[in-house]
């Protein structure tokens, strides 16, 4: 079956290679925002705003009380000392969600709750524990043998927020904090970007539905199940389709089928060299365009990238970790751009080397790693394991990826090299 290969002029092995900065950027620069849609708040969680929400009151919009216990006027209580007590007159109680029948006047005090709108007239509340009641049956009254200061354990209005401030800007990704606030402001239905539907695809002949039992020569298709997670992560809605063989047209037929019906479509296997690997024709001799088809990265070299009528199609390495870190590298991004996020790219920290890396490699490289903090509070970095495009054990185990530039010679111990995290910590 096998045919013989003019590698020296056949363009499958003569592709043009470019970085991965700017293989990112020819993705990114052709993605943009999708459609929006109005969600009730409940369901905002990990969604993008569509647009920029402001606070329209201050925040506290009334004057609170921090504390349990009464509102006086700091005035009242300027010559108090443990020898000489100064009496008020507790007038009645503001409990949470009630507010006081008339403003407080010279020589008066209110009990008072946390979070209660304090009275009029009143500048300070004092904490419960420094106070003693006293009085008769009818006369509540407060004795107190200290001075007070004006502003003491309130609340002002618009401490906190001021009214116009903002409060989540378009294209943030909404979380805890960023409910709470559409909450606060009365946000019962959010803008959102809608989340991106994205087909996913296996190509290869030698895959097995999960549920089948193993062949020789054949392995499950694991690499959907790893991808749908990928989107999900990302905010997209994934869409496992069958897997298909390694077979052009029928590959072809369904991937122009999905470019029809989801947003971006994301394959993987069949984007090198090899006599099966379709991918390669089926980019270079389509109705789209051709964004790529070489990154200088490792594992994932052969990554490619088309567009049609402006939805990407992502063709991705069958390797396991190839194709996870081609999807951390490209698809992620991009698919957070179409939800309208702000800051897309993956997030580099740096980190000091725990071990020499000895592999050399005109590519950068993305090594599954773990990163940690040193006694000294510095991070630090080492391999998660296996370091091969095949591996999909260290993607479990791996909380970033180390970006190993090209390099010619060992990388001794402690070298300070970026890393991307990949996700929350476990
Ligand atoms: N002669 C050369 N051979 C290879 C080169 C090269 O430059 N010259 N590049 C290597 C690199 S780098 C990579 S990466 C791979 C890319 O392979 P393909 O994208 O063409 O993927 P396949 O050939 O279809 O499969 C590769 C590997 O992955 C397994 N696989 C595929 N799909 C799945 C799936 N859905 N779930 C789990 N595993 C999957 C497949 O069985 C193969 O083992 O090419 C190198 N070769
Ligand atoms: O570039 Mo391949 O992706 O080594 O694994
Ligand atoms: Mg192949």
């Known amino acids: 079956m096998t045919k013989p290969n003019n590698y020296a002029t056949d363009p499958k092995f003569n592709r043009t290679i470019i970085s991965v900065q700017e293989a990112q950027s020819r993705v990114m620069s052709r993605m943009k925002a999708g459609g929006v849609e109005f969600i009730p708040l409940e369901e905002a969680y990990g969604r993008h705003a569509a647009a ?89 009254e407060l004795e107190l043998r200290q001075p007070v200061t004006e502003g003491d354990n309130l609340l002002p209005v618009g401490v906190e927020i001021e009214q116009g401030e903002l409060m989540v800007g378009s294209g943030r990704r909404i979380g805890a904090g960023e409910m709470a606030l559409l909450a606060m402001f009365g946000c019962a239905t959010v803008q959102v970007h809608r989340r991106p539907r994205v087909a996913i695809l296996s190509t290869g002949h030698e895959l097995l539905d999960v549920s089948a039992p ?53 394959t993987t296997g069949g984007v090198s060299v090899g006599d099966y690997d379709v991918m390669y024709d089926l980019t270079n001799n389509w109705s789209g365009e051709l964004l790529f088809n070489k990154v200088a990265m490792r594992p994932g070299s052969p990554t490619t990238v088309g567009l049609l009528h402006g939805k ?52 950068e490289r993305f090594v599954r790693g773990n990163y940690a903090t040193d006694e000294n509070g510095n991070l630090t970095v080492r391999l998660a394991g296996i370091d091969m495009s095949n591996a999909t054990i260290t993607i479990r185990d791996a909380d970033c990826l180390i970006c190993i530039p090209p390099t010619n010679g060992v990388m001794p111990a402690g070298t300070r090299v970026d890393i991307i995290p990949l996700r929350l910590r476990r």
């Open 312 to 363: 990407p199609l992502f063709a991705l390495s069958g390797n396991p970790s190839a194709c996870y870190v081609g999807f951390e590298m490209f698809v992620r991004p991009a698919l957070l751009r179409m939800q309208g996020a702000h800051e897309p790219n993956p997030h580099r920290m740096t980190a000091a080397l725990m071990e020499p890396f000895a592999k050399q490699d005109r590519f």
């Open 214 to 266: 193993l062949e020789p020569g054949k392995i499950r298709n694991s690499n959907s199940f790893m991808l749908a997670a990928q989107v999900r992560e990302a905010g997209g809605i994934p869409h496992l389709l069958p897997h298909v063989p390694d077979e052009l047209e029928r590959a072809k037929s369904v991937i122009m089928e999905a470019m029809k019906e989801f947003d971006a479509v994301v």
């Open 52 to 140: 920029t929400v402001r606070s329209d009151v201050p925040v506290p919009h009334f004057c609170r009380s921090m504390m349990d216990g009464y509102a006086v006027r700091a005035a009242d209580l300027a010559s108090a000392g443990l020898e000489k007590p100064v009496r008020l007159r507790v007038t009645e109680e503001v409990a949470c969600g009630t507010v006081a029948s008339r403003s407080l006047r010279p020589g008066e005090a209110v009990r008072i709750m946390t979070g209660a709108q304090v009275p009029e007239g009143a500048d300070a509340v004092i904490k419960l524990e420094e106070t003693t009641e006293c009085g008769s049956a009818g006369k509540r």
